[in-house]
């Protein structure tokens, strides 16, 4: 029997039908279990990744894959029940930079926020709830939206459009509805995974900080801290403002981008980020504050967070961090690691301040007790010493002239040395003519041939003070400056005498002195403008040994005994 002569018996149509409808569950099974393994292959992309940001791409990436979507986002829900990210696939950069500012979560996209809910749609602009598009917006027709919920909240949502063959199926919807639960776990993973990092490096930076601020050479609290956050958080620019007075804020230290515009600047105490937390006393974002910037008149027009820094219980002012307007605004997790570090951070100046105050106690004290050895044991042998030296001349009258001179020099060293002791007594403070002065001299002595003497007599820090005290330093530095250019001098003399009548600088020098003509500077034109201003004079005279003598002399009006109590630089 050959092949040819063989023939199959009937089948029966019942029968027929039925192998064929086998074979269609056979091939939708086969499907069926292609998509899932299409689903576990997508499940496995997600999970690869502990890093957030790579997490929330893939999970775009893999939801267009499963449904073979042309367009996919995933927008992630801020506190308010906006859109606080959108992460988009398919669309290319230069499409969307023509489109605009990114969806803020309204229309269909808000109503997928709103229902909590998957919404599956033929057209997408056909539903009522549809706002239209933007100009440059490629076109949309079937749309699959599917809400992402992490630990029974919802973290955002997954947009999907455009599906290649046609719209999206009750199984489409099943599967990425089943993929938003594997992509909630893994992006509740890399959530840990980053709140992890962010605490490592929170302490990292407190201990830089601490050990920064800690350090012998470190004087800068404040640029410590801030250098400290640029990196922490990410940000553009790190502020650190300070109340002013007279109802303004001072950004006292900046750090970032455009630090060197803002430090320095000054700013109204009101209408600004900065201000509400250092009035409010608690950590405020630019996002809260409706019509407010970051620092008053100076916005960076992005994302910022201000909260107060408190040292030792005192506000001492804010700690100001932003983002520019392309970066992505500040999330929940950023407020909370910066308000953590400024407070751990005011532990750390506290401790460096305190640090800082202990040795200048420790200055003071070392201070006071070298003025009290030179004032009990060195002014009184020179004292000694003169008072045999005058005994000598008296018994040897030939040597008297060269003795004479020996005991004038003992007795301007001991006012030298009544000068440094002064100096060692009297606090540091911006507001001491006396440590003024001997820093005008120390700035000028490199061009005289040697360092000018100076010599106080009188309630020096008492009396002079305010303009006067600018007036004073303005006559010294210009008469010094004149014997450096003019007067060829070995030495120089400067002594300051004041009483609560009047105030007298003079200055001495050795040089050439002045000609008997000379032409009217404006230097000495300056100082007699100053002298007279407050009812006074200035001479400029040659000396009758040698050199010049400039004299600089104002009247004082009485000053009431209160007010020299308030301004005793001693009182405490």
């Not at 069926?32 to 999970?47: E, S, W």
Request: with cysteine; glycine share 8%; charged share 25%.
């Amino acid at each position: 029997m050959n092949d040819e002569s063989f023939q199959f018996p009937d089948v029966p149509l019942e029968l027929e039908s039925t192998i064929g409808e086998l074979i269609e569950r056979a091939h939708k099974v086969q499907a069926a279990h292609g998509r899932l393994r299409d689903l576990l292959r997508a499940n496995r992309i997600v999970v690869g990744d502990l890093e957030l940001e790579q997490v929330l791409h893939r999970i775009v990436d893999a939801a267009v894959t499963l449904v073979d979507a042309q367009y996919g986002a995933l927008g992630v829900i801020d506190a308010d029940g906006g859109l606080e990210r959108f992460i988009h696939v398919g669309m290319s950069d230069d499409a969307a930079r023509e489109i605009g500012h990114l969806p803020e979560g309204h229309g269909i996209l808000g109503a997928v926020i709103d229902c909590d809910g998957p919404i599956r749609l033929e057209d997408l602009g056909a539903d009522p709830r549809s706002i239209g598009f933007p100009a440059h917006h490629p076109p949309m027709g079937a749309f699959l939206g599917v809400p992402i919920r992490v630990r029974d909240a919802t973290y955002g949502n997954l947009y999907l459009t455009n599906r290649a063959d046609g719209p999206f199926s009750a199984e489409d919807e099943e599967l990425v509805t089943a993929l938003a639960a594997t992509a909630a776990v893994a992006i509740d993973n890399a959530r840990l995974y980053e709140q992890s990092r962010r605490a490592q490096r929170l302490s990292k930076a407190l201990a830089e900080v601490t050990a920064t601020l800690l350090a012998p050479e470190t004087a800068d609290a404040f640029g410590a801290v801030a250098e400290r956050v640029v990196s922490l958080v990410d940000a553009d620019l790190v502020t650190v403002v300070v109340p002013a007075g007279d109802g303004e804020l001072l950004v006292d230290t900046a750090r970032g981008v455009g630090a060197d515009a803002h430090e320095g600047a000054t700013m109204p105490a009101d209408d600004s980020v900065v201000a509400e937390a250092i009035s409010g006393g608690h950590i405020v974002s630019s996002d809260e504050v409706i019509g407010t910037s970051a620092l008053g008149e100076q916005p960076t027009g992005g994302s910022s967070i201000a909260v107060p820094l408190i040292v030792s219980g005192t506000p001492v002012g804010a700690l100001c961090v932003s983002r520019g307007a392309q970066r992505p605004r500040f999330s929940a997790d950023d407020r909370g690691i910066v308000s953590e570090f400024a407070a751990q951070a005011g532990l750390a100046v506290a401790l460096a301040w305190a640090r800082a105050d202990r040795q200048r106690l420790d200055v003071i004290e070392d201070r006071a007790r070298i003025a009290r050895d030179l004032h009990d044991h060195v002014i009184q042998r020179l004292f000694g010493a003169g008072l045999g030296l005058q005994a000598l001349a008296a018994r040897a009258p030939e040597h008297a002239v060269t003795i004479d001179r020996h005991i004038a020099d003992l007795d301007a060293a001991i006012g030298d040395i009544r000068t440094a002791i002064f100096a060692l007594q009297t606090r540091p403070t911006s507001e001491s003519v006396r440590r003024r002065l001997l820093d005008v001299t120390t700035e000028i002595a490199p061009s005289l041939r040697s360092p000018p003497r100076i010599t106080f007599s009188g309630p020096v820090d008492l009396v002079v003070i305010g303009p006067l005290a600018d007036d004073v330093l303005a006559v010294v530095r210009e008469a010094l400056a004149n014997v450096a250019r003019h007067a060829q001098a070995s030495t120089a003399e400067v002594s300051l005498t004041a009483t609560m009548s009047e105030v007298v600088v003079i200055v001495d020098d050795d040089g050439v002195g002045i000609p008997p003509r000379i032409a009217r500077a404006s230097g000495t034109a300056n100082l007699t403008a100053r002298a007279r201003s407050r009812g006074g004079t200035f001479v400029l005279e040659r000396r009758d040994s040698s050199g010049t003598r400039a004299r600089w002399h104002v009247p004082l009006a009485p000053v009431p005994r209160s007010s020299r109590q308030e301004r005793s630089p001693d009182r405490r």
